[in-house]
Structures are given as C-alpha cells and as structure tokens.
C-alpha cells in the first residue's frame, strides 16, 4: 500500500528504511563502454558511494534492482557492501515482496531511484519513488521527487543526503567527519 499523496517529501524521506537503486542511468551516467575482449565497462561515482555507505552506516538497508547483469555492478557492490543485489530483472515490481520479506520492510517505507520507462510500475508501488534529473520526461512525472543531479553524476549522493538531513542524522555524519576518531 502506497502511501497518502498528500504526504510532503520530507515525510516520506523521514519513513524510508530500504533504499533500492537502479543502476544504468542512476549509479552511473548511463554509457557502456566496451573494452577489446567485449567487457562492458561502467563509471561510478565516488561521492555516490559516500552517500551510500554513510546511508548504510546510519541503519538503512541498501538494495539493487536492474535489467542488466555483469561483473563491474558485482564488483562496485561488493565495495560498497552491497548485498541485495538483483540483476537480469525484466519485472522489477514482481521483485517487491520478495524484497519486502528478505528485508522486513514494507513498501510504504521503501525509496527507489531510477531513470526509465522500465523502472515506473516498481515506482509506483513504493513509498518514495526518485527520478534523477535526467530521466524519462514520464519517469519524471510520475516521481515525487527529481533529483538536481544527472545519473552518475551525483544523484544518489544527493538522494542519501536529503534522506539522511529528514530523518535528523546529518549534521551528525558532519560534526563526526570534521573531528574523526
């Protein structure tokens, strides 16, 4: 059950306790590069990665869910500890109770970032749908949310950020970062 329309962004920001990630076009800018033996090679962000792991480090569950499948997704996963990993999905909504039951979070509490007309029947069953800014005009339209940031060019950092300053954690990951341990 999708929550109330009426709730502002930062009253869902403030209940997401799972946040799912497309990949091509949301972690990275949505190119594939291909090397000479026909690997496909993808470009992720650092500061994306930042967010993800002060997200993690602050009790929220991270997951992945895209069409594509291939060893650099696994490998910026297993960097990031990432690992509700879902790749090769053709139906990434029929994915959600699955998701819901290996996590125990309901989909009202769950967020999902992502770019294209693939990505809009999950969007639409989940508590906070994100489009980044360079998405679909259609997946734009039916976000409740469009990030300032392109696809690998820092939108899920901006997404982490935004979700960690509603739910009242960020000036803490800063005052923690300005004097480390």
């Keep these: 059950m999708n929550l109330s329309p009426s709730l502002t962004l930062d009253a869902r920001l403030a209940r997401i306790r799972l946040l799912l990630l497309d990949v091509d076009g949301v972690l990275t800018d949505g190119r594939l590069y291909y090397g000479p033996e026909g690997e496909c090679l993808k470009a992720f962000n650092v500061r ?4 993800l792991r002060l997200v993690q480090n602050a009790g929220i569950q991270l997951g992945i869910v895209t069409g594509r499948k291939g060893p ?19 139906d990434k909504l029929a994915l959600l109770p699955t ?24 969007m639409g069953a989940v508590g906070l749908a994100v489009a980044v800014a360079d998405a679909d005009p259609a997946v734009r339209r039916a976000a409740h949310w469009v990030t300032e940031a392109r696809g690998g060019h820092g939108a899920v950092r901006e997404v982490c950020q935004r979700l960690l300053v509603a739910q009242g954690r960020w000036d803490g990951i800063v005052d923690q970062m300005r004097s480390p341990r």
């Design 48 to 51: 994306d990665g930042l967010g």
């Design 72 to 90: 650099a997704l696994a490998a910026r996963c297993r960097d990031l500890g990432i690992e509700l990993v879902f790749s090769g999905v053709r």
């Design 99 to 122: 998701i819901s039951a290996r996590t125990g979070v309901p989909a009202e509490e769950t967020a999902f970032v992502a770019d294209d007309l693939v990505d809009l029947a999950l």
